[in-house]
């Protein structure tokens, strides 16, 4: 019983670490399209000049 109980805690340990993984790159994605879109916008309004 105890040792059932340590292996589901660590694999929801494991579990929770892996979604807080995906959660940030999948931030990290998001701000990267964002970003690009927005500068995107600002080369057309002109307002960044390259």
């Known amino acids: 019983m105890g040792k059932l109980e340590y292996m589901l805690k660590d694999a929801f340990s494991l579990l929770w670490k892996l979604g807080l993984i995906i959660l940030v790159v999948w931030v990290i994605v998001w701000f990267m399209q964002k970003g690009t879109v927005l ?9 960044i000049h390259r």
């Not at 500068?39 to 307002?47: A, I, L, T």
């Open 39 to 47: 500068v995107d916008q600002g080369k057309e309004h002109g307002f």
